[in-house]
């Protein structure tokens, strides 16, 4: 059984529950599920974009429009990055601030994802859940519980059909949607809502509960829980291989040249 909290982003990081990123780690290996992702630009325009359709924090998000380069620049801006780190405001560059509040206004545009949000449900909430002895955590854009969906909001580069396919397999999204599907066994479906950052294109798509993608990323769950559970009892978060060498196997396309 699953309970709701209302949680801000440091208490969810600071939440010791295993999350949806941390198990899709442990694809790569069990010692990348232990580091924690850098921030990049991109992910601070996301976080900010969020902010501002999730919650309205238009006074949460900012961006530096001075000269780093001098003496008297670098010291100015550790002094205006230190204040909004202390008032838990996002810097961008102000080419991605400008380019953040289109896409939310393309989003509050689309009629597929304005309905979607408008329906009853809350956002920034968190599920926190235990199975087999572990605990997890998850973090919804926007649930809506009585509708029996879940909305993710995604800003990319292509949000074209075949464009944000690949971001599905490349990112994990499938798995996250299994993930977050699972949490909730109410939930029927899983909305992306993605938005292109240059263009303010938007496109929505959805997963449900028994779609190929889910299956699998479901299948993913399972093994990458037992290599968890192995690298928690054993303390062993091994990379890639510890004691030996591994053969790189040619492409398929190279094995028929050279056949």
């Known amino acids: 059984m699953y309970e709701l909290r209302k949680m801000t982003d440091a208490e969810y990081f600071a939440h010791p529950a295993i999350n ?3 198990l899709w780690k442990m694809g790569k290996s069990p010692y990348h599920s232990t580091i924690l992702t850098p921030r990049t630009d991109a992910l601070d325009l996301g976080t900010a974009a969020h902010l501002v359709l999730l919650e309205n924090a238009d006074d949460r998000i900012t961006f530096w429009d001075g000269d780093r380069r001098t003496k008297a620049g670098k010291a100015a801006y550790a002094e205006f990055e230190a204040d909004n780190i202390e008032n838990e405001r996002v810097i961008l560059k102000k080419n991605d601030y400008c380019d953040c509040l289109r896409m939310v206004e393309a989003v509050r545009g689309h009629s597929v994802a304005k309905k979607l949000f408008a ?11 235990m199975k087999d002895g572990l605990t997890f955590k998850a973090k ?3 649930l809506a519980l009585d509708s029996k969906y ?11 059909p075949n464009g944000f396919a690949r971001s599905v397999s490349n990112y994990g999204y499938y798995f996250q949607a299994a993930f977050y599907l699972d949490a909730i066994p109410e939930l ?3 909305y992306f809502v ?5 263009t303010n294109a938007v496109a929505v798509y959805h997963l449900d509960r028994d779609s190929a993608y889910v299956q699998y990323g479901r ?6 829980l037992k290599d968890y559970a192995e690298a928690d ?7 890639y291989t510890d004691d030996e060498s591994i053969e790189l196997l040619a492409p398929y396309w190279m094995q028929e040249a050279t056949e």
Do not use: P
Not at 119 to 129: M, R, S
Not at 150 to 160: C, L, N
Not at 194 to 198: F, G, L, P, R, S
């Open 119 to 129: 329906a009853k449900g809350e956002t920034e909430i968190t599920a926190i859940w």
């Open 188 to 190: 029927e479906r899983f």
């Open 140 to 142: 919804y854009d926007f």
């Open 219 to 224: 299948s993913q769950i399972h093994q990458y």
């Open 194 to 198: 993605c938005a292109e950052k240059k």
């Open 150 to 160: 879940a909305v993710d909001f995604k800003t990319t580069v292509d949000a074209s």
């Open 20 to 22: 949806r990123s941390t």
């Open 233 to 239: 009892l054993t303390g062993q978060w091994r990379g």
